[in-house]
């Protein structure tokens, strides 16, 4: 089955964080560099989307619908080549529109 997307919730944050330390490319040395703070912005003032399958999340994409800067774009190592980070990528990009439109759906 193809990966359903969906806006984030702060009840997906645990499994969002899994999924980011679960990757083995773009390892944070320093996971206290990404803050609560910045969590919660993207979380309820930006693009936020989260993959799911039968079996739960599998990945996730975060954009600021302001500056078109991508903050995050992750899929865990065992859901890739699976269409979740492009799927995830093609929603993001339809959902924002032109950098700095301030446009979100």
Not at 8 to 16: F, G, V, Y
Not at 39 to 52: D, G, H, P, R
Not at 78 to 91: E, F, H, I, L
């Amino acid at each position: 089955m193809l990966p359903r997307l969906r806006q984030a919730t702060e009840l997906d944050l645990p499994r969002i964080s899994e999924v980011r330390h679960g990757t083995a490319e773009n390892r944070l040395e320093d996971p206290s560099l990404v803050t609560p703070a910045e969590v919660e912005w993207y979380l309820n003032e930006a693009i936020f989307f989260v993959s799911e399958d039968d079996a739960g999340i599998q990945g996730f994409t975060c954009a600021n619908h302001q500056t078109g800067y991508v903050w995050a774009l992750f899929a865990i190592d065992g859901a890739q080549g699976v269409a979740t980070a492009r799927r995830s990528s093609m929603k993001r990009s339809r959902t924002f529109g032109s950098p700095g439109t301030g446009r979100r759906s």
